[in-house]
């Protein structure tokens, strides 16, 4: 299966830290290969295989922030 690369906006991050928390969590995931975060813009995007909304949403809220779309 080709690797899947979807964009989420997260509410809430503020700064470098946020990113780096964000990263972490989401990073965690199996079959996520790679996770780039914006406190200027709020996107999350992430690439990997296998991966679901749910499990996102679930880990940026695990992180203490807010996956709004």
Do not use: L, P, R
């Amino acid at each position: 299966m080709a690797a899947t690369t979807k964009e989420y906006t997260v509410e809430g991050m503020t700064c470098g830290h946020c990113e780096m928390s964000v990263k972490e969590e989401v990073g965690e995931i199996a079959g996520v290969t790679a996770v780039e975060a914006s406190s200027k813009t709020g996107a999350v995007t992430v690439t990997g295989e296998d991966f679901t909304d749910d499990q996102v949403a679930a880990a940026v809220t695990e992180a203490g922030y807010t996956v709004t779309a």
